[in-house]
T-cell receptor
Framework: GAVVSQHPSWVICKSGTSVKIECRSL??????MFWYRQFPKQSLMLMATSNEGSKATYEQGVEKDKFLINHASLTLSTLTVTSAHPEDSSFYICSALETSGRNYEQFFGPGTRLTVL | GDSVTQMEGPVTLSEEAFLTINCTYT??????LFWYVQYPGEGLQLLLKATKADDKGSNKGFEATYRKETTSFHLEKGSVQVSDSAVYFCALRAGKSTFGDGTTLTVKP
């Protein structure tokens, strides 16, 4: 299947700093990518839908000014956690939608573990 | 809106035991259904999928059948292995997916 990468795989930062997480589709183009957040022993919560060339669509309750999403190309979306605080510590997972086949298929990145001190 | 109800865990089985993890859903239309597996510290991997009613998805000995009449997509495996220990998620749709809460499976030798 198709491959989606995330970078970094883990990051530790101080409170108040900003952190950028990259999501890349390595062997296909993705006009649509998604960002999820996963708390320990919990399910994935959709944060936002990232659309190439346009503004991201955020789910209810997700602060768009805190979680900045940029989808600058057909293979790259970035999530920037601005002014991070300890409560932002979480596992962030992206996915990319592959639409070339008859049925859409979603491929997930390996996740990024963010720890804010 | 969409929702997925997944069998609560954790589930602990002995090697070679039969596995069933229940999943039922509520959705508009006839969405594709998925099972994903997540190993510790990793992202999600697609295990199997079904795109229409009565389809059976299968992979690595796991199976699930898309049952429209019972709005279910239960995951089964006839003989589990220690390496199957992971968290399993049932999900609706490709894209803005709705996930169940996940079921942690531990298989003991």
């Amino acid at each position: 299947g198709a491959v989606v990468s995330q970078h970094p795989s883990w990051v530790i930062c101080k409170s108040g700093t900003s952190v950028k997480i990259e999501c890349r589709s390595l062997d296909f183009q993705a006009t649509t990518m998604f960002w999820y957040r996963q708390f320990p022993k919990q399910s994935l919560m959709l944060m936002a839908t990232s659309n190439e060339g346009s503004k991201a669509t955020y789910e209810q309750g997700v602060e768009k000014d805190k979680f900045l999403i940029n989808h600058a190309s057909l293979t790259l979306s970035t999530l920037t956690v601005t002014s991070a605080h300890p409560e932002d510590s979480s596992f962030y997972i992206c996915s990319a939608l592959e639409t070339s086949g008859r049925n859409y298929e979603q491929f997930f990145g390996p996740g990024t573990r963010l720890t804010v001190l | 809106g969409d929702s997925v109800t997944q069998m609560e865990g954790p589930v602990t089985l002995s090697e070679e035991a039969f596995l069933t993890i229940n999943c039922t859903y509520t959705a508009t239309g006839y969405p594709s259904l998925f099972w994903y597996v997540q190993y510790p510290g990793e992202g999600l991997q697609l295990l199997l999928k079904a795109t229409k009613a009565d389809d059976k998805g299968s992979n690595k000995g796991f199976e699930a059948t898309y049952r429209k009449e019972t709005t279910s997509f239960h995951l089964e495996k006839g003989s589990v292995q220690v390496s199957d220990s992971a968290v399993y998620f049932c999900a609706l749709r490709a894209g803005k997916s709705t996930f169940g809460d996940g079921t942690t499976l531990t298989v003991k030798p």
